[in-house]
């Protein structure tokens, strides 16, 4: 034992990614008293276990001689807290009932025995338990302690089947083998520990400080020689100690050190997407597509849930991280050396219906660089195992083959827990490039047919030449140019779904519920999407997108039928679920799988889909009759629901209500399909012209209230809803309509805070608050561009674009009190949004300049 300090190592005990806490219990959590039935935990002690017994993936044990069920009667069985007693042996209530025959005869024998010993010795006490007798003789005369050990341990010492375990002022006799390391070693091995500390004031405690190493941590209570590390002075000691574990155990879950939101750039290649911090540490990945189980789930769950990292051997921090112009290609620069990483889109890649992903990282420079290999399968619920293999390394037992192509890479493979990591440190050689290749979808290791070279080059071909073939003026900006990039890194290749974010999770509230899967393909955010980029001048999306619905409703039977959300692939999402074992994203649980608003009625999706077809008509896109049935369908629908309530696009978990956006849509639905009649189909639809004045009729006077002087969220309400601002959005009332340019003014008094416009403010059934809604504040933008106050609408798009991140992307949401991102990330609706916005302000034919403030004061 040293004179370090102990609380030196809590830091590295709160932030190992599998804990055990394990703690004698007497002199340890309890104070050594006279009578040991009043040995009472300290307050304080069992008030920190078992808030380290409730957080995710920590575990404590008290591990003691006494019996098990007294153990449990002092500490008061504590929930998550595992008792184990006899020094180790008893770790099940009815212990007794498994011992030999022979064992409980020469129990009994011990027991009279003792009995027999400790008469006339006034203070002397026997403990009986199930398989031992402990002779206490803390109570006698003084002078006797040492004649009464001596005689207890003559009496038994080299007897077959007999062992002694001596404490302090105890002798125990015991009919099995007893030892606390052998019990630690168990409990360690059941909860996959990658760390433990122990604590303990006895000699029986040496066997369990024995089997520590690595990153353990052993503590003696009390003065005395020890195989421990570190000594505390007593329990008082110990409970100050354990408040400060749990402090820094918790913030370390909690996310405290969690990289911002803004500060993660994605990669894609239009099958899958890989999410990354700012250090070059992969810490989102799934695996075949965006919507399947994750292989790196950091992100929302800590590095338990897996991360792909590569950086400097000593730890230095990046210099620069940005994107290769007008690609998914991301660079990260340390002083010596950079990493580059992309998602490998040659051959054709991303349209491939059967493909497979591989995520390249390319180190170039000189010096050491340490690497960190940890892919945990299905969230890390899968055990996880890896195999060296010549060439690099596989994943086991995957329901899709995982390899890494790691060439001339020297790995240790680290057990944690139920999985393997896997690291290297590589000294790089200047003249030639590490290429690392992370392979999801073949078990083939073995060099590429095509050079690292050519596959970048092809990958880089692929997104650039997308952009060349925009000729829109708006994107002569970079940051538009990303967001354009954004929304086509979203879209699913294979079968033209369009996902809404790459990631799960990510909170609206930090440290709360509102946490949810943007990982499918809802009809309306999807065709909002696809619209933003046909006004880009990329057809393709558009037209793949309706491939995609064509194909839902024909599994459907009919428009009526169409949920609001589905899997990348078109099909209906299964439960919502909760994937208990992650932590979230600083510390907001639950993380979510699935969306249960897929069981939702949602009226708005009609109107997104007839716009975006309108769109595409208007742009000359080659649309069949299909198409056209399509939209008279859409709009048949439309005829036959208008005037049902639904769940709204906020969808709101609680009842049906007449929200005012969607009975907007179904308009906008009826007047895009007005025009596409004329255009498509050379009919004059009469009967839409009166279903559309009908709702628009409806709409406007219902939801009007002069005591807000506001159009409303729901007919049944005065609430305020930024989506009202569709009304004068969509052209259903014109910009000059005195009630529009109230509404704007007034959501714009009450939702509006700094750079971000709130949804709404209304009680939705849900705990905690929420950021501003970036699209929220984009429809602001628009609908102060119509009513003519340009400079107010350039002053906050540029409030608006000074909240991206580092490398140009936005998530969903913003919080302006904590001035911090939120939600899942990247988000389709806030580039998409962002888009227009800009396409609102240069209406007007002046050229667009980023900073539209610039632009107002030289008009």
């Not at 409806?698 to 049944?716: I, R």
């Amino acid at each position: 034992m040293n004179s370090a300090n102990p609380f030196d190592a809590i830091e590295r005990l709160a932030t190992t990614p599998i804990l055990l806490v394990a703690s004698d219990y007497d002199g340890t959590l309890a104070p050594i008293v006279n009578d040991p039935k009043r040995a009472f935990p300290q307050h304080q002690v069992m008030v920190a276990l078992k808030s380290l017994a409730s957080m995710p993936h920590t575990h404590v044990a008290v591990i003691s001689g006494r019996a098990l069920r007294d153990l449990a009667m002092l500490t008061g069985s504590p929930a998550a807290v595992h008792l184990v007693g006899s020094h180790g042996s008893e770790f099940e209530p009815g212990f007794a009932d498994h011992l030999d025959p022979a064992d409980v005869e020469r129990l009994d024998s011990i027991q009279n025995e003792l009995t027999r010993l400790a008469d006339g010795h006034a203070g002397v006490d026997l403990e009986s338990k199930p398989a031992s007798v402990a002779f206490h003789y803390r109570n006698a005369a003084e002078k006797d302690h040492d004649l009464l050990a001596a005689t207890v341990r003559t009496a038994f010492e080299n007897r077959a089947g007999i062992y002694l375990n001596e404490g302090k002022k105890v002798v125990e006799v015991s009919v099995i083998s007893t030892d606390k390391g052998l019990a630690m070693k168990c409990i360690r091995q059941r909860v996959g520990a990658s760390a433990a500390l122990y604590l303990g004031d006895d000699r029986t405690d040496e066997d369990a400080f024995d089997v520590l190493s690595g990153p353990d941590v052993g503590i003696k209570i009390g003065d005395g020689s020890s195989a421990a590390e570190f000594h505390l002075s007593d329990p008082e000691a110990v409970a100050r100690f354990l408040a400060q574990l749990t402090e820094q155990r918790a913030a370390w879950l909690a996310g405290s050190s969690a990289e911002p939101i803004e500060s993660h750039s994605v990669l894609s290649d239009q099958r899958t997407a890989v999410v990354e911090t700012s250090r070059a540490r992969m810490t989102w990945f799934c695996a075949p597509r965006l919507d399947s189980p994750a292989v790196f789930a950091e992100l929302v769950g800590g590095p338990t849930a897996g991360y792909f990292d590569v950086g400097p051997a000593n730890d230095e921090e990046p210099v620069h991280q940005e994107y290769l112009k007008d690609t998914f290609h991301l660079c990260t620069e340390w002083s010596t050396f950079a990493v580059t990483d992309y998602l490998d889109c040659s051959g054709g890649r991303p349209m491939q219906r059967a493909g497979r992903s591989d995520v390249i990282r390319k180190i170039e420079g000189e010096g050491d660089v340490r690497i960190s290999f940890a892919p945990r399968l299905d969230f890390g619920r899968v055990q996880t195992r890896l195999n060296q293999v010549e060439g690099g390394l596989e994943v086991e037992d995957s329901l899709d083959p995982i390899v890494l192509r790691a060439p001339g890479v020297e790995w240790s493979i680290a057990r944690e827990g139920q999985h393997d990591t896997a690291e290297a440190i590589v000294t790089l050689d200047p003249n030639a490039p590490l290429v690392l290749e992370l392979r999801c979808g073949t078990g083939d290791v073995g060099g590429a047919p095509i050079a690292e070279c050519n596959r970048s080059g092809q990958t880089e071909q692929y997104w650039r030449s997308w952009m060349t073939s925009l000729t829109d003026p708006l994107l002569d900006d970079p940051l538009l140019r990303r967001s354009a990039l954004v929304l086509k890194g979203l879209c699913h290749g294979p079968t033209g779904g369009i996902a809404a974010a790459a990631t799960t999770s990510l909170p609206e509230h930090y440290g709360g519920v509102r946490n949810w899967d943007y990982r499918y393909c809802w009809v309306r955010d999807g065709a909002m999407t696809a619209e933003a980029l046909t006004e880009l001048g990329s057809l393709s999306e558009g037209m793949q997108f309706l491939d995609w619905v064509l194909g839902v409703i024909d599994r459907t039977g009919s428009p009526d039928q169409l949920r609001p959300v589905y899997s990348l692939a078109g099909e209906e999402l299964g439960t919502e679920a909760e994937i208990t074992e992650l932590a979230g994203y600083g510390g907001s649980r639950p993380v979510r799988v699935g969306n249960a608003a897929c069981r939702q009625v949602q009226l708005d999706v009609f109107g997104p889909l007839v716009q975006l077809i309108d769109g595409l008509v208007a742009r000359g896109a080659p649309l069949s009759s299909e198409h056209w049935r399509l939209v008279a369908k859409l709009v048949e629908t439309v005829a036959r629901r208008w005037r049902e309530p639904d769940h709204g696009i906020w969808e709101v978990r609680g009842p049906r209500r007449h929200f005012v956006h969607s009975k907007v849509m179904c308009w906008v639905a009826v007047d895009r399909g007005i025009r596409i009649a004329q255009r498509l189909a050379g009919e004059e639809r009469q009967d839409w012209i009166a279903l559309r004045d009908e709702i628009a009729e409806d709409v406007t006077t219902q939801s009007w209230k002069p005591e807000v002087n506001s159009f409303v969220a729901a007919y049944d309400g005065t609430d305020l809803d930024a989506s009202t601002l569709f009304i004068g959005l969509t052209g259903m009332l014109p910009p000059e309509d005195s009630r529009f340019r109230a509404t704007v003014e007034t959501i714009e008094r009450y939702l509006r805070d700094g750079p971000v416009v709130y949804r709404y403010r209304f009680e939705d059934g849900l705990p905690g608050t929420e950021g501003g809604f970036h699209i929220c504040t984009t429809w602001l933008i628009q609908s102060l561009v119509l009513i003519g106050e340009r400079a107010r609408a350039a002053a906050l798009y540029d409030e608006l674009i000074a909240l991206q991140g580092p490398t140009g992307l936005f998530s969903e949401e913003y919080d302006p009190k904590e001035k911090r991102a939120l939600g899942n990330h990247p988000q389709a609706y806030t580039h998409l949004g962002i888009l227009q916005s800009a396409r609102a302000l240069a209406a007007d034919g002046q050229p667009f300049v980023q900073g539209f403030r610039t632009r107002e004061s030289l008009a």
